[in-house]
């Protein structure tokens, strides 16, 4: 499974790009406003310090609109994928930029119907929210399962990007259903590699080692 940071923050992705294996990055309006600078320039340096794929996301929601748009951002630097919401209009950019080669992740999914209209019309990502799915009583992580068998079952290409993931748990549950990528917090980036009975088992190996005559 591939393993996006959600964040549009720079310090957490060079933070997190140290380990490896980052392998991209997703953004949307509501994490660049957090960093209080031009949505531009956020996505431009995101895209320098990330090789992988970086979501920027379009907020027009007209056909006519969001298509300018979609190119626009396409630019900004080659690893960029855009982001179109799964609505009427999305879906008809979504097979417009696929047939011109730009790559999209098609967001704001929340069920598996959804994700099969996505497919069909060439998203490179479809982004389910598991989160706000569980947040409204439904279970997340059952249609992340429903959208894997369904692109099995008619060998879709499009990638299943869990998105909005709140803790770890969420992590294990996407990869056990297969899912292609996760695009984890930060936060929860940093609480997968933690865990409480490592730290104990470091500071106990170290006081033991203390022990050892020289
Ligand atoms: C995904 O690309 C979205 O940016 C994100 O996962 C949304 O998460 P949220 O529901 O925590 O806002």
Same mark, same amino acid.
């Given at each position: 499974?591939?393993?996006?940071?959600?964040?549009?923050?720079?310090?957490?992705?060079?933070?997190?790009?140290?380990?490896?294996? &980052?392998?991209?990055?997703?953004?949307?309006?509501?994490?660049?406003?957090?960093?209080?600078?031009?949505?531009?320039?956020?996505?431009?340096?995101?895209?320098?310090?990330?090789?992988?794929?970086?979501?920027?996301?379009?907020?027009? @929601?007209?056909?006519?609109? &969001?298509?300018?748009?979609?190119?626009?951002?396409?630019? &900004?630097?080659?690893?960029?994928?855009?982001?179109?919401?799964?609505?009427?209009?999305?879906?008809?950019?979504?097979?417009?930029?696929?047939?011109?080669?730009?790559?999209?992740?098609?967001?704001?999914?929340?069920?598996?119907?959804?994700?099969?209209?996505?497919?069909?019309?060439?998203?490179?990502?479809?982004?389910?929210?598991?989160?706000?799915?569980?947040?409204?009583?439904?279970?997340?992580?059952?249609?992340?399962?429903?959208?894997?068998?369904?692109?099995?079952?008619?060998?879709?290409?499009? @990638?299943?990007?869990?998105?909005?993931?709140?803790?770890?748990?969420?992590?294990?549950?996407?990869?056990?259903?297969?899912?292609?990528?996760?695009?984890?917090?930060?936060?929860?980036?940093?609480?997968?590699?933690?865990?409480?009975?490592?730290?104990?088992?470091?500071?106990?190996?170290?006081?033991?080692?203390?022990?050892?005559?020289?």
């Amino acid at each position: 499974m591939k393993i996006f940071l959600d964040t549009a923050n720079v310090g957490e992705i060079k933070e997190a790009a140290k380990l490896g294996f &980052l392998d991209g990055v997703t953004t949307n309006p509501t994490l660049i406003a957090k960093e209080k600078r031009k949505f531009e320039d956020a996505i431009r340096e995101i895209c320098e310090v990330c090789a992988g794929p970086v979501s920027a996301e379009c907020i027009t @929601e007209r056909f006519e609109d &969001l298509m300018p748009e979609a190119r626009r951002l396409a630019k &900004l630097a080659s690893n960029v994928v855009v982001k179109i919401p799964l609505t009427r209009e999305g879906l008809k950019a979504v097979r417009a930029c696929s047939q011109e080669g730009i790559k999209v992740n098609v967001t704001l999914c929340f069920s598996a119907n959804q994700a099969l209209f996505a497919a069909k019309a060439g998203a490179t990502f479809i982004s389910p929210f598991i989160g706000r799915l569980d947040d409204a009583g439904h279970e997340g992580m059952q249609v992340i399962r429903d959208i894997v068998q369904i692109y099995r079952n008619y060998a879709f290409k499009t @990638e299943v990007l869990t998105a909005s993931i709140r803790h770890p748990l969420h992590v294990l549950e996407a990869a056990k259903a297969g899912s292609h990528v996760a695009t984890l917090p930060f936060a929860v980036f940093e609480k997968v590699i933690a865990h409480p009975l490592t730290d104990a088992g470091v500071a106990k190996f170290l006081e033991d080692y203390r022990k050892i005559p020289r």
